[in-house]
């Protein structure tokens, strides 16, 4: 019985750790998609809707469920309340998983398919993903991109 209930205690104190680990993936992919989203001036509801699609078939951050909502709308009001607020916000949501190479590719690579979602980069979204390749030390040219 004491092996069963710290067995289901330690179940739930490494599901929260690997959501304490992952939420800077999380918030870094969720702003960057909303960047390039808003990067004609408007984020339309089918940008959005596949933002939320990329983001819950991702297996590292299928466990925070509703949060992302929340994140996405969090981020699109920041954006929609001061661009220029928002968009530092998110650049520094950006700038806290450029330390791990894994995470800096994740994140620019969702990126650039919301970026290619309606089968072009247009020049403001090659704009952004230019600010934040520099950001995490990635080149375009690296990822088929023509900068």
Known sequence: MLGKLFGKKFGKA????????NRDLMEAIVGGCIL?????????????????????????LDHFGSEITATLGRFTEQLNA????????????????????LDAEEVFVNMITIAEADGEI??????????????????????????
């Open 14 to 21: 490494k599901a929260e750790l690997k959501k304490v680990e």
């Open 36 to 60: 390039v989203a808003a990067a004609d001036g408007e984020i339309e509801k089918t940008e959005l809707d596949k933002i939320d699609q990329l983001i819950r078939s991702n297996k590292n």
């Open 82 to 101: 001061g661009f220029r607020v928002g968009r530092m916000n998110i650049m520094r949501e950006i700038e806290d998983i450029k330390s791990n190479p």
């Open 122 to 147: 247009e020049a403001g979204e090659l704009k952004v993903l230019s600010e934040v390749g520099r950001l995490l030390g990635l080149r375009l040219a690296d990822f088929g991109i023509e900068g």
